[in-house]
Nanobody, 119 residues
Framework: QVQVVESGGGLVQPGGSLRLSCAASGSIFTVNAMDWYRQAPGKERELVARISRDGSTTYADSAKGRFTISRDNTKNTNYLQMNSLKPEDTAVYYC?????????????WGQGTQVTVSS
């Protein structure tokens, strides 16, 4: 059984920083891509950042220059460093891990972590 667990959310003032972590654990697998999505109240879930197994990254326009995604393949963990946070970054942030198990690809979601940017 595979688990994907996020941590690191919380309340921060505008201009502040947070680092989110996402760890995949469980049955034998290979982690392919790991993504961060977010969903604000009344809005659709949107992709924030993606990191592939080879380390290549993709960012939403709203995240470019402020957020940095990285990963530790030895720990099946990825990190989202968020700087210069704005109130519009307030949302539930979800980690999505694309895993390869016995040659088949699966998508696993974490439970989400709340990020609130407010003074």
């Amino acid at each position: 059984q595979v688990q994907v667990v996020e941590s690191g959310g919380g309340l921060v003032q505008p201009g502040g920083s947070l680092r989110l972590s996402c760890a995949a654990s469980g049955s034998i697998f290979t982690v392919n891509a790991m993504d961060w999505y977010r969903q604000a109240p009344g809005k659709e879930r949107e992709l924030v950042a993606r990191i592939s197994r080879d380390g290549s990254t993709t960012y939403a326009d709203s995240a470019k220059g402020r957020f940095t995604i990285s990963r530790d393949n030895t720990k099946n963990t990825n990190y989202l460093q968020m700087n210069s946070l704005k109130p519009e970054d307030t949302a539930v942030y979800y980690c999505n891990a694309i895993l390869v198990i016995n040659g088949l690809t699966y998508s696993y979601w974490g439970q989400g972590t709340q990020v609130t940017v407010s003074s």
